[in-house]
């Protein structure tokens, strides 16, 4: 989807969305200061990474029929959200804020 010609597809269509999802996951993975500590900067690249996993997902939802893909859109927003909070325990174990900490 990257490098399409966004300029034709109707706003609010699920290829936006889920662009303008992967364009935030990059800023915000781009905008992480890096701490000289490579177990939390990894984690701080990764938070961004797996948001945008849920962004993207909650974003299909409406869209999708299939009975199976509705249980992996389902499952793949709860493990990123649960991963999320992990890493951010970890983070906060390893003395260092995470974006939620940062106003």
Do not use: F, K, W, Y
């Not at 990059?26 to 990894?42: R, S």
């Not at 993207?56 to 299939?66: F, L, N, Q, W």
Request: aromatic content about 0%; hydrophobic content about 45%; overall charge negative.
């Amino acid at each position: 989807m990257h490098g399409m010609d966004h300029g034709t597809m109707a706003p609010g269509t699920v290829e936006v969305t889920i662009d303008d999802a992967m364009d935030r996951m990059m800023n915000d993975m781009h905008d992480v200061e890096p701490t000289g500590d490579p177990d939390a900067d990894l984690l701080l690249t990764m938070i961004p990474h797996h948001q945008c996993a849920v962004n993207m997902a909650e974003a299909v939802m409406p869209e999708i029929d299939d009975p199976e893909v509705v249980a992996l859109v389902r499952a793949i927003i709860a493990s990123q959200e649960a991963e999320i909070l992990a890493m951010q325990a970890m983070l906060e174990r390893l003395g260092h804020a995470t974006a939620d900490d940062n106003p």
